[in-house]
Protein backbone atom coordinates (compact mmCIF):
# COMPACT_ATOMS: atom_id res chain seq x y z
CA UNK A 1 0.00 0.00 0.00
CA UNK A 2 1.25 2.94 -0.78
CA UNK A 3 2.57 5.80 1.91
CA UNK A 4 -0.87 8.23 1.26
CA UNK A 5 -3.38 5.53 1.36
CA UNK A 6 -2.25 4.35 4.54
CA UNK A 7 -1.88 7.65 5.86
CA UNK A 8 -5.38 8.00 5.17
CA UNK A 9 -6.65 4.75 6.50
CA UNK A 10 -4.64 5.11 9.34
CA UNK A 11 -6.07 8.29 10.26
CA UNK A 12 -9.71 7.59 9.27
CA UNK A 13 -9.36 4.44 11.77
CA UNK A 14 -8.50 6.75 14.79
CA UNK A 15 -11.31 8.80 14.56
CA UNK A 16 -13.24 5.53 14.71
CA UNK A 17 -11.98 4.63 17.48
CA UNK A 18 -12.86 8.11 19.12
CA UNK A 19 -9.97 10.02 18.53
CA UNK A 20 -10.86 13.84 17.97
CA UNK A 21 -7.89 13.98 15.71
CA UNK A 22 -4.47 12.18 14.85
CA UNK A 23 -1.66 13.65 12.49
CA UNK A 24 1.71 12.33 12.09
CA UNK A 25 5.28 13.54 12.43
CA UNK A 26 8.86 12.50 11.20
CA UNK A 27 10.89 10.66 13.48
CA UNK A 28 13.89 12.24 14.25
CA UNK A 29 15.93 13.57 16.83
CA UNK A 30 14.52 16.95 18.60
CA UNK A 31 17.46 19.47 18.81
CA UNK A 32 16.13 22.70 19.78
CA UNK A 33 13.94 20.87 22.42
CA UNK A 34 16.78 19.22 24.25
CA UNK A 35 18.62 22.21 24.89
CA UNK A 36 15.24 23.70 26.31
CA UNK A 37 14.75 20.43 28.16
CA UNK A 38 18.44 20.40 29.12
CA UNK A 39 18.22 24.14 30.31
CA UNK A 40 14.98 23.60 32.23
CA UNK A 41 16.05 20.63 34.42
CA UNK A 42 19.78 22.35 35.39
CA UNK A 43 17.21 24.66 36.82
CA UNK A 44 15.64 22.47 38.98
CA UNK A 45 12.18 23.56 37.36
CA UNK A 46 10.86 20.03 37.88
CA UNK A 47 10.96 19.81 41.51
CA UNK A 48 11.10 16.58 43.06
CA UNK A 49 10.54 15.17 39.72
CA UNK A 50 13.52 13.04 39.26
CA UNK A 51 12.45 10.55 36.72
CA UNK A 52 12.60 13.67 34.24
CA UNK A 53 16.20 13.57 34.35
CA UNK A 54 16.15 9.79 33.18
CA UNK A 55 16.44 8.79 29.87
CA UNK A 56 17.43 12.04 28.08
CA UNK A 57 18.73 10.49 25.31
CA UNK A 58 15.65 8.47 24.79
CA UNK A 59 13.40 11.83 25.40
CA UNK A 60 14.87 13.86 22.85
CA UNK A 61 15.25 10.88 20.00
CA UNK A 62 12.46 8.73 19.53
CA UNK A 63 14.84 6.21 17.36
CA UNK A 64 17.02 5.56 20.45
CA UNK A 65 13.31 4.91 22.66
CA UNK A 66 11.99 2.54 19.71
CA UNK A 67 14.77 1.79 17.41
CA UNK A 68 14.20 1.98 13.74
CA UNK A 69 10.71 4.15 14.22
CA UNK A 70 10.35 6.12 11.21
CA UNK A 71 6.92 8.09 12.50
CA UNK A 72 5.41 9.23 15.54
CA UNK A 73 1.42 8.94 15.15
CA UNK A 74 -0.19 11.69 17.62
CA UNK A 75 -3.47 11.50 18.81
CA UNK A 76 -5.52 13.33 21.07
CA UNK A 77 -9.41 13.09 22.92
CA UNK A 78 -11.02 15.78 23.84
CA UNK A 79 -12.72 16.35 27.58
CA UNK A 80 -14.61 18.61 27.62
CA UNK A 81 -18.18 18.95 29.64
CA UNK A 82 -20.74 21.18 30.70
CA UNK A 83 -21.05 19.18 33.65
CA UNK A 84 -17.90 20.02 34.88
CA UNK A 85 -18.18 23.89 33.89
CA UNK A 86 -21.65 24.12 36.21
CA UNK A 87 -20.15 22.59 38.81
CA UNK A 88 -17.39 24.92 38.89
CA UNK A 89 -19.47 27.72 39.19
CA UNK A 90 -20.03 26.79 42.47
CA UNK A 91 -17.08 28.56 44.34
CA UNK A 92 -17.33 26.90 47.53
CA UNK A 93 -16.27 23.54 46.92
CA UNK A 94 -13.09 21.66 46.96
CA UNK A 95 -12.05 20.72 43.27
CA UNK A 96 -10.44 17.98 41.34
CA UNK A 97 -8.87 19.09 37.77
CA UNK A 98 -11.50 18.18 35.04
CA UNK A 99 -8.55 15.43 33.13
CA UNK A 100 -9.35 13.81 36.39
CA UNK A 101 -13.18 13.51 36.76
CA UNK A 102 -13.50 10.78 34.66
CA UNK A 103 -12.11 6.99 34.24
CA UNK A 104 -8.61 6.85 33.61
CA UNK A 105 -7.43 8.25 30.53
CA UNK A 106 -4.62 6.26 30.75
CA UNK A 107 -6.68 3.02 30.45
CA UNK A 108 -9.07 5.25 27.51
CA UNK A 109 -5.99 5.43 25.65
CA UNK A 110 -4.30 1.85 25.30
CA UNK A 111 -7.03 0.14 24.15
CA UNK A 112 -7.91 2.54 21.57
CA UNK A 113 -4.13 2.72 21.06
CA UNK A 114 -3.78 -0.71 20.78
CA UNK A 115 -6.93 -1.30 18.31
CA UNK A 116 -5.00 1.37 15.97
CA UNK A 117 -1.58 -0.43 16.03
CA UNK A 118 -3.30 -3.90 15.14
CA UNK A 119 -5.39 -2.38 12.39
CA UNK A 120 -1.90 -0.39 11.26
CA UNK A 121 -0.28 -4.11 11.44
CA UNK A 122 -2.78 -5.78 9.63
CA UNK A 123 -3.17 -2.51 6.65
CA UNK A 124 0.57 -2.09 6.23
CA UNK A 125 2.16 -5.96 6.95
CA UNK A 126 5.03 -6.64 9.64
CA UNK A 127 5.51 -3.66 11.54
CA UNK A 128 7.62 -2.63 14.50
CA UNK A 129 6.76 -0.12 16.96
CA UNK A 130 4.94 0.78 20.66
CA UNK A 131 2.34 2.55 21.92
CA UNK A 132 2.82 5.42 25.01
CA UNK A 133 0.13 7.01 26.61
CA UNK A 134 2.05 9.37 29.62
CA UNK A 135 3.87 6.30 30.13
CA UNK A 136 7.68 6.72 29.13
CA UNK A 137 10.21 9.40 28.23
CA UNK A 138 8.15 10.75 25.05
CA UNK A 139 7.44 14.54 24.16
CA UNK A 140 3.87 14.26 23.42
CA UNK A 141 3.22 17.83 23.15
CA UNK A 142 5.94 18.15 21.21
CA UNK A 143 5.27 15.57 18.85
CA UNK A 144 1.17 16.42 19.10
CA UNK A 145 2.56 19.90 17.63
CA UNK A 146 4.68 18.20 14.96
CA UNK A 147 2.32 16.27 14.29
CA UNK A 148 -0.30 19.05 13.58
CA UNK A 149 -2.79 18.38 16.29
CA UNK A 150 -1.88 22.19 18.39
CA UNK A 151 0.77 24.38 19.47
CA UNK A 152 2.32 24.76 23.19
CA UNK A 153 0.84 27.53 24.57
CA UNK A 154 2.56 29.72 27.12
CA UNK A 155 1.61 27.95 29.98
CA UNK A 156 3.27 24.91 28.60
CA UNK A 157 -0.11 22.72 27.62
CA UNK A 158 -0.76 22.20 24.07
CA UNK A 159 -3.92 24.19 22.51
CA UNK A 160 -5.31 23.42 19.61
CA UNK A 161 -7.91 25.79 17.43
CA UNK A 162 -11.02 22.96 17.77
CA UNK A 163 -10.88 21.77 21.34
CA UNK A 164 -8.68 24.61 23.12
CA UNK A 165 -6.13 22.44 25.55
CA UNK A 166 -9.39 20.17 26.47
CA UNK A 167 -7.72 16.71 25.76
CA UNK A 168 -5.13 14.08 26.33
CA UNK A 169 -2.59 12.84 24.28
CA UNK A 170 -1.43 9.81 23.13
CA UNK A 171 1.12 8.17 20.11
CA UNK A 172 2.49 5.59 18.31
CA UNK A 173 6.10 5.38 17.78
CA UNK A 174 6.40 2.88 14.36
CA UNK A 175 8.78 1.83 11.52
CA UNK A 176 6.28 2.70 9.19
CA UNK A 177 6.72 5.79 7.03
CA UNK A 178 3.41 8.26 6.36
CA UNK A 179 2.38 11.71 4.86
CA UNK A 180 3.58 13.70 7.70
CA UNK A 181 1.61 16.98 8.57
CA UNK A 182 2.65 20.49 9.13
CA UNK A 183 3.69 21.55 12.25
CA UNK A 184 0.85 24.09 14.22
CA UNK A 185 1.71 27.37 14.53
CA UNK A 186 1.71 29.57 17.71
CA UNK A 187 -1.61 31.15 18.56
CA UNK A 188 -1.38 32.71 21.44
CA UNK A 189 -0.75 36.02 20.04
CA UNK A 190 -0.23 38.73 23.00
CA UNK A 191 -2.70 37.37 25.33
CA UNK A 192 -1.21 36.67 28.72
CA UNK A 193 -4.34 35.38 30.63
CA UNK A 194 -2.62 32.59 32.08
CA UNK A 195 0.00 33.94 33.04
CA UNK A 196 -1.91 36.76 34.97
CA UNK A 197 -4.19 33.92 36.41
CA UNK A 198 -1.40 31.54 38.11
CA UNK A 199 -1.90 32.57 41.73
CA UNK A 200 1.30 31.02 42.96
CA UNK A 201 3.25 32.81 39.31
CA UNK A 202 4.14 29.22 38.14
CA UNK A 203 4.36 30.58 34.65
CA UNK A 204 7.43 32.76 35.61
CA UNK A 205 7.66 33.62 31.82
CA UNK A 206 5.81 32.54 28.76
CA UNK A 207 6.09 29.07 27.96
CA UNK A 208 8.54 28.45 30.91
CA UNK A 209 6.74 26.80 33.87
CA UNK A 210 8.05 26.45 37.64
CA UNK A 211 7.11 23.01 38.73
CA UNK A 212 7.72 24.04 41.98
CA UNK A 213 5.47 26.61 42.20
CA UNK A 214 2.43 24.81 39.94
CA UNK A 215 -0.99 23.72 41.95
CA UNK A 216 -0.82 20.51 39.92
CA UNK A 217 2.29 19.48 40.74
CA UNK A 218 2.11 20.79 44.83
CA UNK A 219 -0.94 18.55 44.91
CA UNK A 220 -0.36 15.47 42.80
CA UNK A 221 3.72 15.06 42.55
CA UNK A 222 5.26 16.53 45.91
CA UNK A 223 4.75 14.09 47.91
CA UNK A 224 6.38 16.07 51.03
CA UNK A 225 4.84 18.58 53.07
CA UNK A 226 3.74 21.28 51.24
CA UNK A 227 5.66 24.64 52.00
CA UNK A 228 3.27 26.84 54.60
CA UNK A 229 3.28 29.45 51.69
CA UNK A 230 1.42 27.75 48.81
CA UNK A 231 -1.09 26.14 51.10
CA UNK A 232 -3.39 29.45 51.12
CA UNK A 233 -2.63 29.98 47.22
CA UNK A 234 -3.64 26.66 45.97
CA UNK A 235 -6.91 27.57 47.12
CA UNK A 236 -10.13 25.06 46.43
CA UNK A 237 -7.91 22.58 44.15
CA UNK A 238 -7.27 19.41 46.04
CA UNK A 239 -5.84 17.31 43.39
CA UNK A 240 -4.63 19.26 40.37
CA UNK A 241 -5.50 22.28 39.00
CA UNK A 242 -7.34 24.35 35.74
CA UNK A 243 -6.85 27.95 36.45
CA UNK A 244 -5.04 28.82 33.25
CA UNK A 245 -6.86 26.49 31.00
CA UNK A 246 -9.97 27.94 32.17
CA UNK A 247 -8.96 31.50 31.33
CA UNK A 248 -7.70 30.92 27.83
CA UNK A 249 -9.53 32.66 25.18
CA UNK A 250 -9.21 29.15 23.17
CA UNK A 251 -10.72 26.88 26.16
CA UNK A 252 -13.90 29.37 26.14
CA UNK A 253 -15.03 28.25 22.43
CA UNK A 254 -13.61 24.88 22.11
CA UNK A 255 -15.60 22.18 21.07
CA UNK A 256 -17.25 19.70 23.55
CA UNK A 257 -16.15 16.32 23.93
CA UNK A 258 -18.32 13.09 23.39
CA UNK A 259 -16.60 9.89 25.00
CA UNK A 260 -18.63 8.58 27.80
CA UNK A 261 -15.30 7.22 29.53
CA UNK A 262 -14.18 11.03 30.03
CA UNK A 263 -17.05 12.19 31.34
CA UNK A 264 -17.26 13.05 34.81
CA UNK A 265 -18.13 10.79 37.49
CA UNK A 266 -21.71 12.16 39.27
CA UNK A 267 -20.02 11.20 42.76
CA UNK A 268 -17.53 13.87 42.19
CA UNK A 269 -19.66 16.91 41.58
CA UNK A 270 -21.49 16.40 44.89
CA UNK A 271 -21.18 19.95 46.31
CA UNK A 272 -22.26 19.09 49.80
CA UNK A 273 -18.98 16.16 49.92
CA UNK A 274 -16.82 16.57 53.09
CA UNK A 275 -13.69 14.77 51.05
CA UNK A 276 -11.46 15.14 53.87
CA UNK A 277 -13.82 13.02 56.26
CA UNK A 278 -14.22 9.83 53.57
CA UNK A 279 -12.87 6.56 54.59
CA UNK A 280 -10.30 4.52 52.73
CA UNK A 281 -12.31 2.16 51.27
CA UNK A 282 -14.91 4.95 49.79
CA UNK A 283 -11.98 6.50 48.69
CA UNK A 284 -10.95 2.87 46.67
CA UNK A 285 -14.81 2.63 45.86
CA UNK A 286 -14.96 6.27 44.35
CA UNK A 287 -11.86 6.58 42.75
CA UNK A 288 -11.22 3.07 41.31
CA UNK A 289 -10.02 3.10 37.42
CA UNK A 290 -9.50 7.03 38.17
CA UNK A 291 -6.49 9.11 37.59
CA UNK A 292 -6.76 10.25 40.83
CA UNK A 293 -5.24 6.87 42.58
CA UNK A 294 -2.11 8.35 41.65
CA UNK A 295 -2.29 10.04 44.85
CA UNK A 296 -2.54 8.01 48.21
CA UNK A 297 -5.45 7.89 50.53
CA UNK A 298 -3.14 9.93 52.94
CA UNK A 299 -1.93 12.44 50.78
CA UNK A 300 -5.61 12.87 49.48
CA UNK A 301 -7.54 13.45 52.73
CA UNK A 302 -4.35 15.77 53.47
CA UNK A 303 -5.03 18.06 50.37
CA UNK A 304 -8.79 17.74 50.75
CA UNK A 305 -7.90 19.32 54.23
CA UNK A 306 -6.33 22.74 52.87
CA UNK A 307 -8.84 23.15 50.05
CA UNK A 308 -11.72 23.27 53.11
CA UNK A 309 -9.61 25.21 55.11
CA UNK A 310 -9.14 27.79 52.46
CA UNK A 311 -13.04 27.72 51.54
CA UNK A 312 -13.74 28.44 55.02
Known amino acids: MDTLAATIKVRQKA ?3 GFDQCGFAKAEPLDQEAFRLENWLNQNLHGTMSWMENHFEKRIDPTKLVPGCKSIVSVIMNYRFEENEEFDLIGTVPKIAKYARGRDYHKVFKNRLKHLFKFTKELIGDINGRIFVDSA ?21 LLNKTHGSWFLIGEMIIDVPFVYDYPETDHCGNCTECIDACPTDAIHEPYRVDSNRCISYLTIELKEKMDREFEELVGEWMFGCDICQDVCPWNRKANYGSHDDLKPRSSLLDPNKKWSQISKDEFETIFQGSAVRRASYSQFIHQAKIAETNIR
Open 15 to 17: RDL
Open 137 to 157: PVMDKVWAQRAGNGWIGKNSN
